[in-house]
């Protein structure tokens, strides 16, 4: 295993991470919508987010229709959390069911 380089969020604001290790995600402002549910319940959808690795290609039927993503891992400690629009109209996406809410908190 390699050396691990995270990318740093200055606390500038608001930061999303990951639930399980802390790893920064992202900042709240980079929320698209907050209108969305897993099964796991509340998710955000993103449309920028650091130090995470991407898994496979997958077409999964959703309840918006039939679309291409791929899962999203934490780059530090490899939990899932969530996933990736890899064929959208507009941008790319991404999906988070595992966060964890850090008002101007870095540790």
Known sequence: MGR????SLAP????????HCDTPLAYAHQIVSKMF???HGKAYLFDKVVN????EKDDRMM???LHT???I???ACGSILGWKYVLT???YYYYFSSLRFHPNVRH
Do not use: P, Q, R, S
Not at 4 to 7: E, T
Not at 14 to 19: F, G, M
Not at 52 to 55: R, Y
């Open 89 to 91: 109209i507009a941008f």
């Open 37 to 39: 549910c897993c099964k």
């Open 4 to 7: 691990l380089f995270l990318v």
């Open 12 to 19: 500038t604001g608001t930061i999303y991470c990951c639930k």
């Open 73 to 75: 891992f934490c780059v």
């Open 69 to 71: 993503v791929c899962d």
């Open 52 to 55: 995470v690795n991407t898994g």
């Open 63 to 65: 309840t918006t229709g």
